[in-house]
C-alpha cells in the first residue's frame, strides 16, 4: 500500500518526531522514505540570502537522510523552493508519494515553527493518507502498533479509512478496533429509546461489522468492536486513553473548492488533541 513516503521536514522537534514513524513503516513495507525541506518563497527578498537559506534547508534534508538510513530504509532528499503546504503537495504527485509523514506541534505549546499551519493545511488538501505525529517532551513513540483504531460513523468518508487501517493492522499484527460514537447530544434531547435511537444503534452496528468483516478477510489477528454514545470526539478520546491505543486511523470528507479546508469537526479536533499519531484518509472524489 505504501511505497513511497515523504516526510517534510524544517529541522524542529516538531518535525523531526515524524521521522521514526515513517523509517519504521518504510522498513516494514519495503518503502523509500524521501526527505522534503521547502524554502518558504515568502520570505526571500534578495538572491544571497537565497543561497544560505537553501543551503540550511539542504544540510537539515541530508541530517534527516543520515536518520532515517540506519534503518536500512532507501531515502532521498529534496529541497524545494514555494509556499511550504503547495511545495510538499506538489512534490507528493510528481513523486507518486502515497503516505505523507508530518509532525504536529504539541496541545499546548506555541507554533514556533514552520510545520504548524503548513501541517493542517496539508491534512486538509492531501489527496493521499496524512499520518500527524506529536512532538512532546514527556511523549514515547507508539510504534510498532499493537492496538489500532478506526472511528466510523458509516459514512463513505469514514469508510476511506477501513483499507489503509487493516493493510496496517495486518503487517504489524496488531489489534483492531473499530469504534461508532452515536451523537445522542446532537439531537437535542434523550433519543434513546423509540424509532430514532433503535435506527441510529442498527447504523453503528452495521458500521463496526463491516471493518470487521474486512478485517477478518485480511486476516487480521483480533479485531474489537464497540458502540458508544455521546460526544464523538471525547468519545474516541476517551476510548484511545482507555484501550492504550497506538494509531488512529480515520477519514475526512472528499471535497473540493472551497469545502476542502472543513476537515470534518471530529477529525479535525481528533488531529489536534489526540496523544497518539493520527492517520487521516480523504474518500475519492
Known sequence: ?????????????????AVGYAADLARLYDARVHALCVVDSRTLENAPQYDQIKKEREEVAERTCNDISVSDVPVEQAVRTDIPHKAILRYTTEQDIDLIVMGTHGRTGVERYLLGSVTEKVVRLSDVPVLTVKAEEDSEDTYPY?????PTDGSEGSEAAIGPAVDVASIYDARLHALSVIDTMAMGVDVRSGAIFEALEESAQCAVET??????????????????????????????EEHDIDLVVMGTHGRSGIERYL???????????????????????
Open 146 to 150: 499493537t492496538d489500532i483504531l478506526v
Open 1 to 17: 500500500m505504501f511505497d513511497n513516503i515523504l516526510v517534510p521536514t524544517d529541522g524542529s522537534d516538531c518535525s523531526q518526531a
Open 263 to 285: 476537515l470534518g469537526s471530529v477529525a479535525e479536533k481528533t488531529v489536534r488533541t489526540s496523544p497518539v499519531p493520527v492517520m487521516t484518509v480523504r474518500r475519492p472524489e
Open 211 to 240: 471493518i470487521e468483516e474486512q478485517a477478518t478477510q485480511a486476516s487480521v489477528s483480533a479485531v474489537e468492536t464497540a458502540i458508544e454514545h455521546g460526544n464523538p470526539y471525547r468519545g474516541i478520546h476517551s476510548y484511545v
